[in-house]
């Protein structure tokens, strides 16, 4: 397979239209069969056919059904002429049990949108590695399109993303406005991760290439010195030498005031991982495990101006 920077060729999969058939894959935990009816019920009313895989409601432990049985629904659904995109219905954990499992080959030869969030960023950032595959994170079938109603960012941005062959433009703020962190300018891919999944990925065949790339990360319910001990597994792995710019989206439930007795804040903990290094930092991307959150395409081109405080993505997502 031909490789650019680190990665394969990057491949952006063809948008979806009204009348497609989305296939529901679990990678991860199993589906909560009354929040997969709802959003079933949003998929249909955008007029998509919806295809359950067999294992979404299958239960090994916590995952859904065995690592092979998993891999197995989701080459099918690749591999499946009938099947316009693959929809990830839950997080938990369990998809970087499988990404060894895949034919990435296979994959890249029949690119479909997969979209996904939090333990599938396993998923995706192997996909993005391995097959170039442009993937799209930020909503799950049970924790997003099951809730009545839908979030409207989630929903307009997937609805954007996947169905317009344009640019998305500028990254919506969680609250008022993006602060700038660190001045200056960069462009590169935009890798949008949740941190701790990134990190489990070091060292591994699964990990993308970041060099140039801009990128986003998050994280949930993580102490302020996992936070720390993160960030500087990123600066040792020499990850912060190769990136074009950092943008932070929320990390809810990590800098809580309980954990915050003697430690440092978010801004600080990432100040002292960047150090002298000229990398221009965003923060406040409304991307992360907060009901209200935008879906962001993994491996398109966005820009970043430190200075302003601004992020925008600058390429199509789709065909």
Excluded at 115 to 127: K, W
Excluded at 270 to 278: E, P
Aim: hydrophobic letters at 45%; charged letters at 20%.
């Amino acid at each position: 397979m031909t490789q650019e920077a680190g990665n394969p060729v990057t491949v952006r999969p063809a948008a979806l239209r009204r009348g497609d058939r989305i296939a529901l894959v679990a990678p991860s935990r199993p589906s909560h069969p009354p929040r997969l009816a709802l959003a079933i019920d949003w998929l249909a009313g955008r007029g998509y056919q919806v295809q359950p895989s067999a294992r979404v409601h299958e239960r090994y432990h916590y995952l859904a059904g065995r690592d092979s049985d998993r891999a197995r629904d989701v080459m099918d659904a690749f591999l499946d002429d009938g099947i316009a995109a693959l929809l990830c219905v839950r997080g938990g954990f369990g998809a970087g049990r499988m990404v060894d499992l895949l034919d990435y080959d296979a994959i890249a030869a029949h690119p479909k949108p997969v979209i996904g969030f939090s333990d599938s960023t396993g998923l995706q950032l192997a996909l993005y590695a391995r097959a170039g595959l442009v993937t799209f994170t930020g909503a799950l079938a049970d924790t997003d399109l099951g809730r009545h109603p839908v979030d409207p960012l989630v929903a307009s941005s997937f609805c954007r993303l996947l169905e317009r062959p344009e640019p998305f433009g500028n990254l919506p703020a969680a609250e008022d406005e993006l602060i700038s962190l660190r001045p200056g300018n960069a462009q590169g891919p935009l890798v949008a991760a949740n941190l701790t999944l990134l990190c489990s990925l070091l060292g591994t065949p699964y990990m993308p290439c970041l060099d140039g790339a801009v990128l986003l990360i998050e994280d949930v319910s993580e102490a302020p010195y996992r936070i720390d001990r993160m960030l500087t597994q990123l600066r040792l792995a020499g990850i912060l030498d190769r990136l074009s710019a950092l943008v932070l989206g929320t990390f809810d439930d990590c800098f809580v005031p309980t954990e915050m007795k003697d430690s440092p804040t978010l801004e600080e903990i990432v100040d002292d991982a960047v150090g002298d290094r000229n990398l221009p930092v965003v923060a406040g991307v409304a991307y992360g495990h907060t009901r209200r959150r935008v879906v962001l395409p993994l491996g398109v081109s966005v820009c970043v101006d430190g200075d302003a405080g601004s992020v925008v993505i600058t390429q199509a997502a789709v065909l």
